[in-house]
T-cell receptor, first 114, second 113 residues
Framework: AQKVTQAQTEISVVEKEDVTLDCVYETRDTTYYLFWYKQPPSGELVFLIRRNSFDEQNEISGRYSWNFQKSTSSFNFTITASQVVDSAVYFCALSGYNTDKLIFGTGTRLQVFP | DADVTQTPRNRITKTGKRIMLECSQT?????MYWYRQDPGLGLRLIYYSFDVKDINKGEISDGYSVSRQAQAKFSLSLESAIPNQTALYFC????????????FGSGTQLSVL
């Protein structure tokens, strides 16, 4: 069975702090895809990144970076120098090869205070 | 205008009533999805559709039905609403391949009293 665990329910930081959101997944598939989505207070989910299981390179996009480690089944998300606009719920998600069934974690609510 | 539009944004109804949530998209995507979000549970897939002739059940389809009226329209119905169907419902679309990123609507908050 596939499963995504986001153990951090809520994180609070002060602006400019770095923060890491954890994501641990379970799957028996050898080919799979991992995603991060952001849900700001407005409610609409916004895609952040997709990573396939054969690409373990870390990725950086501005203040955002992702660390994918198959050895620990983790796909962690770091925000550097956090800003108030980063306040949102962040979801990690997993899909097997060639399937439309996306398994979401329970989300981590990040609050960034000025 | 939003690429994926859901109506209504909010709805309060009573147990036993029939409810339809509508979704339309201007992205030209073939694949459309309905998810529900419950606090502490994340999002769960209700139904998805690859095209107007292809409807598939997700992990929690019981109590729901869908209709794909056109490539751009995908509606979700609750034939007889019950209180545990109170949730935030999202419509999403994706390009014509599996494992593509999803584009979400703004959601419909449904409350069943």
């Amino acid at each position: 069975a596939q499963k995504v665990t986001q153990a951090q329910t809520e994180i609070s930081v002060v602006e400019k702090e770095d923060v890491t959101l954890d994501c641990v997944y379970e799957t028996r598939d050898t080919t799979y895809y991992l995603f991060w989505y952001k849900q700001p207070p407005s409610g609409e989910l916004v895609f952040l990144i997709r990573r396939n299981s054969f690409d373990e390179q870390n990725e950086i996009s501005g203040r955002y970076s992702w660390n994918f480690q198959k050895s620990t089944s983790s796909f962690n998300f770091t925000i550097t120098a956090s800003q108030v606009v980063d306040s949102a719920v962040y979801f990690c998600a997993l899909s097997g090869y060639n399937t439309d069934k996306l398994i979401f974690g329970t989300g981590t609510r990040l609050q960034v205070f000025p | 205008d939003a690429d994926v539009t859901q109506t209504p944004r909010n709805r309060i109804t009573k147990t036993g009533k029939r409810i339809m949530l509508e979704c339309s998209q201007t992205k030209g995507h073939d694949r459309m999805y309905w998810y529900r979000q419950d606090p502490g549970l994340g999002l769960r897939l209700i139904y998805y559709s690859f095209d107007v002739k292809d409807i598939n059940k997700g992990e929690i389809s019981d109590g729901y039905s869908v209709s794909r009226q056109a490539q751009a329209k995908f509606s979700l119905s609750l034939e007889s609403a019950i209180p545990n169907q109170t949730a935030l419902y999202f419509c999403a679309t994706s390009l014509g391949e599996a494992n593509e990123k999803l584009f979400f609507g703004s959601g419909t908050q449904l409350s069943v009293l």
